[in-house]
């Protein structure tokens, strides 16, 4: 099942710093179109990652 986690952009000096709540997770991209590429990896990876820890993935927050 696919997930839709909300993230935060933040635009810094070389691109936008990535924050995703849900996860509590940090990622950044050179350019916008990067910066989104980057967070769904890490999103991807903290899946996998709870996953292997036999802990459960949570459910994105709603957005309003």
Excluded: F, R
Aim: hydrophobic share 45%; proline share 8%; net charge negative.
């Amino acid at each position: 099942m696919k997930l839709a986690y909300p993230i935060i952009l933040t635009p810094v000096t070389n691109g936008y710093l990535v924050y995703v709540p849900d996860l509590e997770i940090n990622t950044e991209g050179d350019s916008l179109a990067d910066s989104l590429d980057m967070a769904a990896d890490a999103i991807g990876l903290m899946g996998i990652t709870l996953q292997d820890a036999g802990k459960e993935v949570p459910e994105p927050s709603a957005v309003l």
